[in-house]
T-cell receptor, first 109, second 115 residues
Framework: AQRVTQPEKLLSVFKGAPVELKCNYS??????LFWYVQYSRQRLQLLLR??SRESIKGFTADLNKGETSFHLKKPFAQEEDSAMYYC???????????FGSGTKLNVKP | EAGVAQSPRYKIIEKRQSVAFWCNPI?????LYWYQQILGQGPKLLIQ????????DSQLPKDRFSAERLKGVDSTLKIQPAKLEDSAVYLC?????????????FGQGTRLTVV
């Protein structure tokens, strides 16, 4: 069965420190992985997707099929990065999205 | 482009009452999702439509929840009767029937409190 696991509920770092939000998944097939972000009082929105191999707002994420992981990384955290981050998996059938439980990132000044 | 619209934004009802939520997806998006997000948890898929047909409703508590998407555009989600454990944010999302990199676009959500 498909599952997305985000082990950390809360991650606190100081401004300028590196940050890594962990995401592990289980899926029998080739999934698509996404990171969504929800800033305070805003809607859930896409941050990045693995298939694009892009860097958005300084964040990157690499799909590691061997470790079934899709960790989100940023070398220097900014206060405006404080938000809830959700890892999501899209199955190949019918565009179903499965979400992890989320990690709250708190970047302290 | 206009985003996914949901209403109402907030709703407080007593247990055993009924409630309905409305969603208008992004124009042209064939796929529509309803998610339930309980405090401290990630969004959980309740039902997924492709046009006006149901693709997946395996997680929908059908004894009390119902959803429809008439004409393949707007959708309503109803709860009758509500229970305390239904208190959550109900998110609507939509996506285009594109390829592997298509994303889901979310509405602001409806925060339901059952007292």
């Amino acid at each position: 069965a498909q599952r997305v696991t985000q082990p950390e509920k809360l991650l606190s770092v100081f401004k300028g420190a590196p940050v890594e939000l962990k995401c592990n998944y289980s899926y029998s097939g080739s999934p698509e992985l996404f990171w969504y972000v929800q800033y305070s009082r805003q809607r859930l929105q896409l941050l990045l997707r693995h298939i694009s191999r892009e860097s958005i707002k300084g964040f990157t994420a690499d799909l590691n099929k061997g470790e079934t992981s899709f960790h989100l990384k940023k070398p220097f955290a900014q206060e405006e990065d404080s938000a809830m981050y959700y890892c999501a998996l899209k199955g190949i059938n019918f565009n179903k999205f499965y979400f992890g439980s989320g990690t709250k990132l708190n970047v302290k000044p | 482009e206009a985003g996914v619209a949901q209403s109402p934004r907030y709703k407080i009802i007593e247990k055993r009452q009924s409630v309905a939520f409305w969603c208008n997806p992004i124009s042209g998006h064939a796929t529509l999702y309803w998610y339930q997000q309980i405090l401290g948890q990630g969004p959980k898929l309740l039902i997924q439509f492709q046009n006006n047909g149901v693709v997946d409703d395996s997680q929908l508590p059908k004894d009390r929840f119902s959803a429809e998407r008439l004409k393949g555009v707007d959708s309503t989600l109803k709860i009758q009767p509500a229970k305390l454990e239904d208190s959550a944010v109900y998110l609507c999302a939509s996506s285009s029937p594109g390829g592997r990199d298509t994303e889901a676009f979310f509405g602001q959500g409806t925060r339901l409190t059952v007292v």
